[in-house]
């Protein structure tokens, strides 16, 4: 299968690359970029240097047709509203990684990412790209909207205590942590290595855009918006933590809560479920496709405590979307995403 990524110059792009191309089925990579077409990848990114590119191509939808068959867009928001429409109507299939195409409502993503929306019409044909949950319907899409990365490492925590009904809908608070490969390449005064280092910031509070993203999924199973959620940066490269407490809407035990997440993720490849009291840490899924979570029941307070983890340029970009490219072309889930964390 040929394949192709626009944004290949940007972090989540060059995650795609390292991942396309140790795919078992992908037989050529064609890397698009806005602003340096001619130029090649491995001269701009020396981690890649001894492998054979072809030049960057411009982004030229006529050519682009016959070029490949699926198109990963690893893009700001705003690039897929605009390409993936047209890059649909030229018989492709879209992946995109950003949040483009996530909240159904125009008017909810206009609020929160303060742009206009992608067309209506466009965003009805996305279908959710979390690959655990909505695995059914990704199998036969067109067009993904690949989840943001909090919202993976908090739905994956959450939606097996909301299925079995065991926490308050309207009691959930989500104290997320993310390194700075979350705000991609381009260095700004919020993460560059001064305002970094040794440092731990609390960012957009009540602000951030992914909250409405998560309220959108967790309604579908049952849970009352809003909800709580709030992010920090830390002074790490990758790996996002979500440490969420919930108010039991019973009495609950630490076996049951294993016993509701085993079954939740019996046949889940990348999802492992700590054991006996223990909880994760980023390091545990540093460079891999895994979201490892941990949780107890805390019976002086009546609240559960959850911990999810996960690489945010892996299972919280790149990685799921190599998942929902296997998912949707029938080819093995785990294909090209074996790779086992990279530890310490
Ligand atoms: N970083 C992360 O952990 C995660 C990121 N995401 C989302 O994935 C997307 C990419 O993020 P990330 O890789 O971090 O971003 P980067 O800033 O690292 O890279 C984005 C790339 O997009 C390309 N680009 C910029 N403007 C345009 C344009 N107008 N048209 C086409 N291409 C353009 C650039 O490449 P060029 O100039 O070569 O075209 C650039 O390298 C974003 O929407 C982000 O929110 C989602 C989950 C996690
Ligand atoms: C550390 C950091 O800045 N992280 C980014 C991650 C969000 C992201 O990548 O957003 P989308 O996938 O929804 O576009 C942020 O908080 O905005």
Redesign the pocket.
């Known amino acids: 299968m040929e394949v192709g990524i626009?944004?290949?110059?940007?972090?989540?792009?060059l995650e795609l690359i390292r991942l396309l191309k140790n795919h078992p089925q992908v037989t050529n990579i064609m890397l698009y970029?806005?602003?340096?077409s001619g130029e090649t990848i491995n001269r701009l990114y020396p981690h890649l240097q001894n492998e054979q590119w072809k030049p960057?191509k411009e982004?030229d939808l006529n050519k682009i047709s016959a070029e490949i068959d699926v198109m990963f867009l690893?893009?700001?928001?705003?690039?897929s509203a605009e390409w993936s429409g047209p890059l649909l109507e030229a018989g492709l299939s879209v992946i995109d990684?950003?949040?483009d195409l996530r909240l159904t409502d125009r008017g909810v993503y206009e609020k929160w990412y303060k742009r206009p929306s992608a067309k209506e019409g466009l965003i009805e044909q996305a279908i959710y790209g979390l690959s655990e949950w909505n695995k059914s319907t990704i199998k036969t899409a067109k067009l993904i909207a690949?989840p943001?990365?909090f919202p993976t490492a908090a739905l994956l925590a959450l939606i097996p205590l909301i299925q079995a009904g065991a926490i308050e809908r309207d009691s959930i608070v989500i104290d997320a942590k993310s390194g700075t490969?979350?705000?991609?390449?381009?260095p700004t005064s919020m993460t560059h290595f001064s305002e970094t280092n040794e440092n731990f910031k609390i960012y957009q509070v009540a602000s951030h855009k992914h909250t409405p993203e998560i309220e959108q999924q967790l309604a579908k199973w049952g849970a009352q918006p809003p909800l709580s959620f709030q992010p920090h940066l830390v002074p790490m490269v990758r790996g996002i933590m979500a440490t969420i407490y919930a108010k039991a809407a019973k009495p609950l035990s630490n076996e049951w809560l294993t016993d509701c997440y085993n079954s939740a993720y019996e046949n889940a490849p990348f999802v492992r479920i700590k054991e006996n009291g223990t909880f994760p840490a980023t390091k545990h899924v540093f460079g891999s496709n895994y979201c490892d979570i941990g949780f107890c029941y805390d019976e002086r307070t009546g609240r559960v405590i959850v911990a999810s983890v996960i690489d945010?340029?892996m299972k919280?970009?790149a990685g799921q979307a190599v998942q929902n490219f296997n998912l949707m072309h029938g080819f093995d889930e785990t294909a090209g995403l074996e790779a086992v964390p990279m530890y310490p």
């Not at 626009?6 to 792009?13: E, F, H, Q």
């Not at 970029?33 to 340096?36: G, H």
């Not at 490969?181 to 381009?186: D, E, I, L, P, T």
Request: net charge positive.
């Open positions: 626009i944004g290949a110059t940007g972090y989540s792009g970029s806005s602003s340096q960057l982004i690893a893009t700001p928001p705003g690039v990684l950003s949040g690949n943001g990365c490969s979350g705000a991609g390449k381009s945010n340029l919280g970009a």
